[in-house]
């Protein structure tokens, strides 16, 4: 399998991990207990018990986690690419604005 294919399954791969995390969020989100729903209430409210900040720090930080890491993969995955794609003339022109 080539390089670019590998990356490309690689980065489908974590972007199917992130939005299954997305929908797990959704959906309890949807299907939240009265506590749960109680709890997001009070965290819309800004007023957030210390074991409540904890539980939804704890999934923002995950999630948070997980972009990081797809967009680090897909940086990687695009810079190889860039040469391919850019002629001297391009290099020259990118060089210059980031030397501004």
Known sequence: MSYDRQVSRALDDEYRANVALFERVEHALANASHADAELARRAAERNLDTAGF???????????????????????????????????????????????
């Open 54 to 100: 904890a539980a939804r720090k704890r999934h923002a930080l995950e999630m948070i986690e997980r972009q990081v890491a797809y967009i680090q993969k897909e940086t990687m995955a695009l810079l190889p690419m860039l040469d391919d794609l850019l002629d001297d003339d391009d290099r020259a022109l990118a060089f210059a604005y980031a030397a501004d």
